[in-house]
């Protein structure tokens, strides 16, 4: 009986945790597994429950959002300029810039969730990664076909937002570092 009281405790030890670290993932597990795209709040996402205060995001989700905040919401401020200003190109060109835009700021809101996954699991199998890599990859080549296909006045800021998002593919390396 000795053996099996042990391993009995040892499996509580274990299922404790497991609960602790779902206490920590919270959020993050909710928006991986929900595969939407939300939009980004500056604080962390509340947890299902209301007992438990919200874990807080790691340093790297910070920096990230901080990166969402101060530089990628200019990016679409700028856009909106861009579209405003336009008015010597053909009305149906107008929007262009600020549709681009829109893709680019959702490419870097989706890839928060990697960003948000990565600080807080083991590195994942190639498909799992493909998988939550999937959503910001359709978004970066839909920003990349918008800009070979458009000859308009707006090209050159097309093909600016399209080669910025080339900067998203840093995610995507699973070879060693330097």
Request: proline residues 6%; neutral net charge.
């Amino acid at each position: 009986m000795d053996g099996l009281e042990a391993v009995v405790e040892r499996l509580e030890r274990v299922a404790g945790r497991l609960e602790k670290f779902e206490g920590h993932v919270g959020a993050a597990g909710a928006v991986i597994s929900s595969g939407a795209s939300t939009p980004i709040s500056s604080g962390p996402a509340a947890t299902s429950a209301p007992s438990s205060p919200a874990p807080r995001a790691s340093s790297s989700v910070e920096a990230y959002d901080m990166l969402l905040v101060q530089q990628v919401a200019r990016v679409v401020v700028t856009a909106k300029k861009i579209g405003r200003e336009g008015e010597l190109w053909p009305i149906d060109q107008r929007d262009l810039v600020v549709e681009a835009s829109k893709l680019f700021e959702q490419a870097f809101q989706e890839l928060r969730r990697v960003v948000e996954a990565m600080s807080a699991c083991k590195r994942p199998a190639l498909p799992d990664l493909q998988k939550l890599l999937a959503p910001a990859g359709d978004l970066l080549v839909s920003a990349t076909n918008k800009a070979e296909h458009c000859r308009s006045a707006a090209n050159n800021h097309l093909k600016m937002i399209a080669e910025g998002l080339q900067a998203l593919t840093w995610t995507a390396f699973t070879g060693s570092g330097p």
